[in-house]
């Protein structure tokens, strides 16, 4: 069964860039969309962006300036990197497969704090 | 973006009866392929969300027959036909129609 695995820092000072990387393993990571979706604590989710296997991409309008979503076929990962965080960033980041109409294997989440 | 709006907000329950969860979207989620993207998603506590539905009334493997999901263009139901225990949480709907995918606020289904 596909499983993933975020990782990277739990606290990240205000102005700076958020980087995850997400492990893909028990399966390929091409083929299929990768994405990144967010939860505030105690809020609902947020898409951030989806990336292929093969490099397309697409945005959440909202995030769109600050987003790069990036993949590594070899490792079979993919990243992503938020910048000019602001508390409002503060979120647990979730790493998920699908992306253009939906997702089924989701990572277990990582919480990323934005504070200085 | 579309929003989609889940109701209720909290749905206590009787373990053994049923449960029903709505969700509105502001636009018709029928795509130009003529499929409805609409899933279900349940996530319990300190858990990551567990895809329950998919295109409407699609169960994910190892989802009990007790979930059904139905609806059509802009008004869905997820129908728990009886609770049990191992139910509890939020409950998500999410449109993966047009871009970018947005989330229902969620429906916490406790036992009474």
């Known amino acids: 069964q596909v499983q993933l695995q975020e990782s990277g820092p739990g606290l990240v000072k205000p102005s700076e860039t958020l980087s995850l990387a997400c492990t893909v393993s028990g399966g390929s990571i091409s083929s299929y969309f990768w994405s990144w979706i967010r939860q505030p604590p105690g809020k609902g989710l947020e898409w951030i962006a989806y990336?292929?296997?093969?490099?397309?991409?697409n945005y959440n309008p909202s995030l769109k300036s600050r987003v790069t979503i990036s993949v590594e076929t070899s490792k079979n990962q993919f990243s992503l990197k938020l910048s000019s965080v602001t508390a409002a960033d503060t979120a647990v980041y979730y790493c998920?497969?699908?992306?253009?109409?939906?997702?089924?294997?989701w990572g277990q989440g990582t919480l990323v704090t934005v504070s200085s | 973006d579309v929003v989609m709006t889940q109701s209720p907000l909290s749905l206590p329950v009787t373990l053994g009866q049923p449960a029903s969860i709505s969700c509105r979207s502001s636009q018709s989620l029928v795509y130009s392929d003529g499929n409805t993207y609409l899933n279900w998603f349940h996530q319990r506590p300190g858990q990551s969300p567990r895809r329950l539905i998919y295109?409407?009334?699609n169960w994910d493997s190892g989802v009990p027959d007790r979930f059904s999901g139905s609806g059509s263009g802009t008004d869905f139901t997820l129908k728990i036909s009886r609770v049990e225990a191992e139910d509890v949480g939020v409950y998500y709907c999410?449109?993966?129609?047009?871009?970018?995918?947005?989330f229902g606020g969620g429906t916490k289904v406790e036992i009474k």
């Open positions: 999410m449109q993966g129609t047009h871009w970018p995918p947005t």
């Open positions: 295109k409407v009334s």
């Open positions: 990336i292929s296997y093969s490099g397309i991409t």
């Open positions: 998920a497969r699908g992306g253009v109409d939906t997702v089924d294997y």
